[in-house]
């Protein structure tokens, strides 16, 4: 009887995969011991510490010092002193009383005591005495104010140039205020102007400070400054 082969058991049908596993099994155990390494152990020297030199050794101790003494101070200049001899004379200064009796007259020289004038301010319609405007010096004091009015609006109304507000561009009613003062020697002084345009305030000041010479006002007898206000209104033509 003829015995018959597993296929499966056909060990040569793997045998370039054995042959690949042992190459390689051969080549990483030769790799290990060509790089194995052999230590002597007698030239391996770890040390030893000995607790008992390390109880024993001195530690110095630092101890602080002291900062060096400020120097003394220097020493305080001999006083000089001055011998006088016993039979040099030595002149007294004597100190005369002020005290007086009560009989006695005290002359007091006269004092002349300046009169300082202040800068006083007094309203134009509360003023005892106007300003006089050049030929309003008739009539009693309410006359007086009212031509002084009369005067300075006709006086403004000639010289203050209406056609200013057309050319800049200025249409309508116009108003300006102005104030200014007269001052104790009958002069014009401190013109100020508020309008719609600066050029209006300007003609407004030019003008104002155009106004003659006036008698000054007068509070009790004494020349004092009088403020005054001026509205100028004018209408310009379309």
Not at 52 to 59: K, N, P, Q, S, V
Not at 178 to 186: P, Q, R
Not at 203 to 232: C, D, F, H, W
Request: with cysteine; proline share 10%.
């Amino acid at each position: 009887m003829e015995s018959k082969k597993n296929p499966k058991a056909d060990i040569s049908r793997n045998a370039s995969l054995y042959f690949a596993i042992g190459l390689a099994l051969m080549v990483f155990l030769s790799y290990t011991l060509i790089n194995w390494k052999v230590y002597d152990k007698s030239a391996i020297d770890i040390g030893t510490v000995n607790m008992d030199e390390l109880d024993d050794e001195d530690i110095p101790v630092l101890e602080p010092v002291a900062p060096p003494p400020p120097p003394p101070p220097p020493p305080a200049p001999p006083e000089v002193i001055e011998i006088v001899e016993d039979e040099e004379e030595v002149e007294e200064t004597v100190i005369e009383s002020t005290e007086t009796d009560q009989e006695e007259e005290i002359e007091i020289e006269e004092i002349e005591i300046e009169e300082i004038e202040e800068d006083i301010e007094v309203p134009f319609a509360v003023i005892e005495n106007v300003p006089i405007f050049p030929g309003c010096d008739k009539g009693n004091n309410t006359e007086r104010r009212k031509c002084m009015s009369q005067k300075i609006t006709k006086f403004v109304q000639r010289k203050f140039n209406t056609d200013l507000a057309g050319d800049l561009g200025l249409s309508g009613r116009q108003r300006i205020n102005v104030i200014f003062k007269i001052d104790k020697n009958g002069d014009v002084v401190g013109v100020r102007a508020r309008a719609p345009h600066p050029r209006l305030e300007k003609e407004a000041t030019r003008v104002i400070n155009l106004l003659p010479k006036m008698k000054p006002g007068r509070q009790r007898g004494k020349a004092v400054i009088v403020p005054y206000s001026l509205p100028i209104i004018f209408q310009v033509q379309d």
